[in-house]
């Protein structure tokens, strides 16, 4: 291989030529070097130059190819930033279908039981004897890796060339992701350019079909969720939901800044010199500069084979990408033609799935966590014990369903494990205390929040205790996160992060504090660890309390949906805003006292009220309860008066309490025409009731007038003609969601 240095000087040595006469050379010199030099950071980890030098290579390349568009080349490193957007994926049939591999389990002690098995790897050790059996020897060499969680691929070069990539899909046919796909820095467009450091290598197939997973790192997922979350953009659940949801899009510059890996693991359509054995293979990868999957074992007996799986089952939680098991595959590629396949999947591969470790500690104590949404959760405290590559000493008990379908209690020693990225739980209890009793969430904080003392409560319906106090410090992140939310008052740059870092340095409780803050408090901010600061920074600041000033004039229904009162939701809150006409109206709302006074079961009043006002399904007793109660609390009296300190005093865009006679326009199903047919679950006159109740209109012949054909079971003929005029036609489940 080249020395870095000459590359570099190599890159430099331009200023000796004249530009026009060699620009074609330099571009390909440039696009070759960049390659080179992706592969070295992306694939091998080990970058030859800095940074700023791999930056200064790119621009002049970027400047060339500006200057010469007659040559364009679509794989050039820079257009890795991704292209146009497609218009929608286009289905690709694959060369060699795509077979998943059957799973074989390690079991757990009671699968064991049930089955009669002897060992955990039971199911393992029955492949090995099917391979044996098929090809009627006793030992068979084979390759065991981990198994990538990620999202399978199969990459097509054709003369060295990537030429598409496609998801699995069905395995016969998947969608042609070949934008996203180029974005992605260790994946090679094409296959030469291994060469610049091996000249001798020999030249691409026709036909190279790889197979692999797309994944995003561990490391780099985490840091990726963070800058969403900084953001306001939602995070991913996982690196697996988040690497196909990036794979999913249209537009490649979005895949561009995501931290999307490559790894490959298989062969699919090949026309290149004859491979015998998975270490071939693997060869023409290195070769090619295909970075493929490691750590790899080859084993030439079942003895091996088992210490080989529990020596990934070891290293897995070190490895940057998740993986539950290791694969299994016949390193020779004669046996495994010999061997074939089912239906589904090849005989000559499995994937062994490890079953989350298990250890046995005592249960030391039970805490009260207060959530962020004043949740009180159970948190078993443990003598700490190794699982997984790392110590566990608390797990979360969940609620007190949980506990008592478990009979966990105080002193016991209980069973605990960890799957996947999950948090270790609690299994069971393995060892009583004898005569002690089942823990009691209730009793053990003296029915009090044991952030805040306020009161708890568990809502209907809901097994989790609740600490129902507005003002609760443990709540303030939740709160202001939510103020500062999309559909609340939209305050960007002020995200999950962002609040916690406000809470933890004491500068806010409740999210009305955000409007005290100041540039001089924001900038400094510190978002990181006292080890690790990380700065919010001046551009930040500025922006967040541009947000806020852009708040002050935000309609009502924002700033009562942003207040998070409990029950009230959106659409609660644009109806309560049709009805007052600021905020300071609501917090004494003669409509809501008397909608209240109103559950008394009169129901002529109520219904004479609902007329009067034509209220809506999305403000009634629970909701006026709520909104009462809080304006009366003496949090809702603290936030009122610095409401009017700070001269915000919020406005409605949607006033009209009383519509005009005949005026439904603040209805669901205003200015629509609806004609019934068929047999619904209420008689016609019902239905025609309901609908005109929320402003719409019935009538009793399609034309191109009706808006909708409201069909019930049956109906020919008005559906026949619905459907010849192309006027929509709705069930009553699609109705309902229209109220
Ligand atoms: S070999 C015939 N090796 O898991 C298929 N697959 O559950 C041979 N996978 O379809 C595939 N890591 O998408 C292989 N190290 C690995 C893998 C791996 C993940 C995926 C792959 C496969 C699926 C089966």
Redesign the pocket.
């Known amino acids: 291989m080249s020395e870095p240095d000459d590359l570099f000087s190599f890159a430099d040595s331009k200023t000796a030529r004249a530009p026009e006469e060699s620009a074609e050379k330099r571009i390909l010199e440039l696009r070759k070097l960049l390659e080179h030099h992706n592969h070295l950071y992306y694939s091998q980890a080990t970058p030859e130059i800095s940074d700023a030098e791999y930056d200064k290579l790119y621009r002049e390349l970027e400047d060339l190819e500006k200057k010469h568009p007659e040559f364009h080349d679509e794989n050039s490193p820079t257009l890795r930033v991704g292209g146009a957007p497609i218009e929608g994926f286009q289905q690709i049939r694959h060369a060699v279908p795509?077979?998943?591999?059957d799973?074989v389990f390690e079991l757990s002690p009671d699968a064991m039981e049930k089955s009669g098995a002897s060992r955990p790897e039971q199911e393992l050790i029955e492949f090995y004897q099917r391979l044996r059996k098929n090809l009627g020897r006793e030992d068979i060499t084979v390759t065991v890796?981990?198994?990538?969680?990620?999202?399978?691929?199969s990459l097509f070069y054709r003369d060295g060339k990537l030429a598409y990539a496609a998801t699995?899909g069905d395995g016969t046919t998947g969608d042609d992701i070949t934008h996203n796909v180029r974005t992605i820095r260790s994946i090679p467009l094409e296959l030469k350019q291994r060469a610049l450091a091996d000249p001798a290598s020999a030249e691409p197939p026709t036909t190279l079909e790889i197979?692999?997973?797309i994944f995003m790192p561990n490391e780099a997922f985490a840091a990726m969720n963070v800058e969403r979350d900084e953001a306001g953009l939602p995070t991913f659940a996982n690196p697996r939901n988040a690497t196909a949801g990036t794979l999913k899009q249209l537009d490649p510059k979005i895949a561009a800044q995501r931290p999307l890996r490559f790894?490959a693991?298989?062969l699919g359509a090949y026309d290149g010199p004859e491979l015998e054995t998975e270490h071939d293979f693997h060869n023409l990868l290195d070769h090619f500069g295909i970075p493929r999957?490691q750590p790899l074992f080859t084993v030439q007996h079942l003895d091996g084979l088992l210490d080989a799986v529990a020596e990934i089952n070891h290293q897995r939680h070190q490895l940057d990408y998740g993986?539950d098991?290791?694969?299994i595959?016949v390193l020779s590629r004669a046996e495994r033609t010999q061997l074939g396949f089912t239906s589904r999947?090849?005989r000559w591969?499995a994937?062994y799935k490890f079953l989350p470790e298990q250890k046995e500690t005592i249960l030391e104590n039970i805490t009260i966590q207060v959530g962020r949404t004043g949740v009180l959760t159970p948190v078993a405290e443990l003598t700490p014990v190794l699982i997984s590559g790392s110590t566990v000493s608390r797990a979360t008990l969940h609620n007190q369903d949980e506990i008592d379908r478990k009979q966990i209690h105080i002193g016991a020693r209980v069973l605990v494990e960890k799957a996947g990225e999950i948090i270790p739980a609690i299994v069971k209890v393995t060892q009583p205390v004898p005569g002690a009793s089942v823990f009691s969430i209730f009793a053990s904080v003296n029915g009090q929040c044991p952030s805040c003392g306020g009161p708890i409560s568990q809502e209907q319906g809901f097994v989790a205790w609740r600490c129902t106090n507005f003002q609760c410090p443990a709540q303030a992140v939740t709160h202001i996160k939510h103020f500062a939310s999309r559909k609340a008052l939209d305050i960007d740059g002020l995200g999950e992060i962002v609040a916690e870092a406000l809470v933890r340095h004491k500068h806010c409780v409740t999210p009305l504090e955000l409007f005290s803050l100041t540039e001089e408090v924001l900038a400094p901010l510190n978002l990181g660890t006292e080890e690790a600061p990380r700065r919010f920074g001046e551009k930040n600041a500025t922006k967040v309390l541009k947000a806020l000033d852009d708040a002050r004039s935000k309609p009502l229904n924002r700033w009562l949906f942003a207040m998070g009162i409990r029950q009230l939701g959106e659409s609660a809150a644009k109806e309560l805003s049709r009805l007052h006409q600021d905020l300071t109206e609501i917090s004494t709302s003669p409509i809501l006292a008397e909608l209240l006074r109103d559950t008394r079961p009169d129901a002529k009043k109520k219904n004479e009220l609902l007329a009067k006002y034509a209220i809506t399904g999305d403000v009634g007793p629970a909701v006026a309860e709520t909104v009462i109660s809080y304006f009366q609390s003496e949090a809702g009296q603290q936030a009122l008066q610095r409401f009017a300190e700070l001269g915000i005093n919020p406005a409605s865009d949607n006033y009209l309490p009383i519509p005009a006679e005949g005026d439904l326009s603040h209805l669901p199903l205003a200015g629509k025409t609806f004609v019934i047919t068929g047999t619904l679950s209420m008689d016609r006159d019902e239905m025609k009731a309901l609908i005109e109740s929320k402003g719409g209109k019935v009538s009793g012949s399609v034309s191109a007038k009706t808006h909708y054909v409201l069909a019930g079971e049956g109906g020919g003929s008005k559906r026949d003609k619905a459907e010849k005029l192309g006027v929509p036609l709705l069930d009553e489940a699609a109705l309902q969601a229209m109220l």
């Open positions: 795509m077979l998943s591999i799973d890796e981990p198994k990538i969680d990620g999202v399978a691929v699995r197979r692999g997973e790894l693991h298989g999957n993986t098991g290791a694969v595959k999947a090849p591969a994937a």
